[in-house]
T-cell receptor, first 113, second 112 residues
Framework: GNSVTQMEGPVTLSEEAFLTINCTYTATGYPSLFWYVQYPGEGLQLLLKATKADDKGSNKGFEATYRKETTSFHLEKGSVQVSDSAVYFCALSESGNDYKLSFGAGTTVTVRA | NAGVTQTPKFQVLKTGQSMTLQCAQDMNHNSMYWYRQDPGMGLRLIYYSASEGTTDKGEVPNGYNVSRLNKREFSLRLESAAPSQTSVYFC???????????FGQGTRLTVV
């Protein structure tokens, strides 16, 4: 079956630091990959996505590249802000699986001023 | 544009009580999903509906039932709540051929 493994947290950073959250996956077919973000007290929002190998998703200064050879989709941001404090989830879905999402455990990121 | 709307936002139940969580989407999506979020476990799929008139079990369906009332609405019912069902519940929807899902704000349920 499908599964997602992401870096455990919590992660605490200072403002303007570099952020990386590792994510690897196992899938039976050719999944689409996502990063969702959950701000305190809110639901999940799509942060970025990539639907095929070598695609790069980007949004709000965050980037992730779909690496089929290493089955990875690591999230990066070059200079974090306090407002980036949130829980980040890596996820995948497949068309042959009714687009059901499989999630990683989530990584809590706290950015200090 | 409301997107996915869930009610209620918060609920406290006593063990053995029943309740229904409501979800509605206004994006004309075919597929709808119910997930639960527990610390350290990410989100796990309870039930989903790939199209109006169909429902299927997800990873953790025990203790739950669902109804796809029409294309817009997908409800989740707890017939006899247990403390193990204390969780945050999220409804989501996705369109035909669109791989990403859109989520509601969540329902925080506590069973005492």
């Amino acid at each position: 079956g499908n599964s997602v493994t992401q870096m455990e947290g919590p992660v605490t950073l200072s403002e303007e630091a570099f952020l990386t959250i590792n994510c690897t996956y196992t899938a039976t077919g050719y999944p689409s990959l996502f990063w969702y973000v959950q701000y305190p007290g809110e639901g999940l929002q799509l942060l970025l996505k990539a639907t095929k190998a070598d695609d790069k998703g980007s949004n709000k200064g965050f980037e992730a590249t779909y690496r089929k050879e290493t089955t990875s989709f690591h999230l990066e941001k070059g200079s974090v802000q306090v407002s980036d404090s949130a829980v980040y989830f890596c996820a995948l879905s497949e068309s042959g699986n009714d687009y059901k999402l499989s999630f990683g455990a989530g990584t809590t990121v706290t950015v200090r001023a | 544009n409301a997107g996915v709307t869930q009610t209620p936002k918060f609920q406290v139940l006593k063990t053995g009580q029943s309740m229904t969580l409501q979800c509605a989407q206004d994006m004309n999506h075919n597929s709808m999903y119910w997930y639960r979020q527990d610390p350290g476990m990410g989100l796990r799929l309870i039930y989903y509906s790939a199209s109006e008139g169909t429902t299927d079990k997800g990873e953790v369906p025990n203790g739950y039932n669902v109804s796809r009332l029409n294309k817009r609405e997908f409800s989740l019912r707890l017939e006899s709540a247990a403390p193990s069902q204390t969780s945050v519940y999220f409804c989501a929807s996705s369109g035909r051929g669109i791989p990403e899902a859109f989520f509601g704000q969540g329902t925080r349920l506590t069973v005492v």
